[in-house]
DNA sequence: GCCAACGTTGGC
DNA sequence: GCCAACGTTGGC
């Protein structure tokens, strides 16, 4: 098992959005970065402990927990020309993105920022959340790493 | 709204 | 294969 970090714009889709879905689920759409699409097709496995991140807003940090629902499958949105994440380049018969079903498990009682995450950075590091630049939307969270956060809930 | 950092594209 | 131009992400 793996834990994971994805991120979300909480105008787009929030935690609150995926906790109002039917079943608590719902299917992460959009990712058009080769890495963070190689995370979720080669590494996820359902199960998988997954933070939510709320990015481009007011307090950027982990808001909740969730977890990965399903297998990797392709990501319809790439074939709608309608859709904002349209990609006339990925082939139905052979789709270049994939997307996986995520479920709320639980909010966390405050929000962990990004400032307090870099405040730790001596006990986080090699988090790719707090790297310089970073810019992916899916990334791996070690287990201690995972624990340490949490850890820091109570706190 | 600004802009640094990064990924992608495409000319050569 | 290099790299300049461009688009996007996302913190601030």
Redesign the pocket.
Known sequence: MRCWLM?S?PDVFSIDDLRQCPGRKDHWDGV????ARNFMRDDMRPGDPVFFYH???EV?GIVGVAEVASKPYPDHTAFDPHSRYYDP?SDPNNPRWVMVDIRYRRKLKRVIS??EL?AHAEELEGFALI???????VMPVSEQHWNYILGLEKA
């Not at 058009?32 to 890495?35: A, L, S, V, W």
């Not at 790297?131 to 939307?137: E, F, I, Q, T, V």
């Open positions: 991120k714009e058009r970065n080769y890495q990015s481009n807003t950027p380049k990004l400032a870099k790297r310089r630049g970073n810019r992916l939307s």
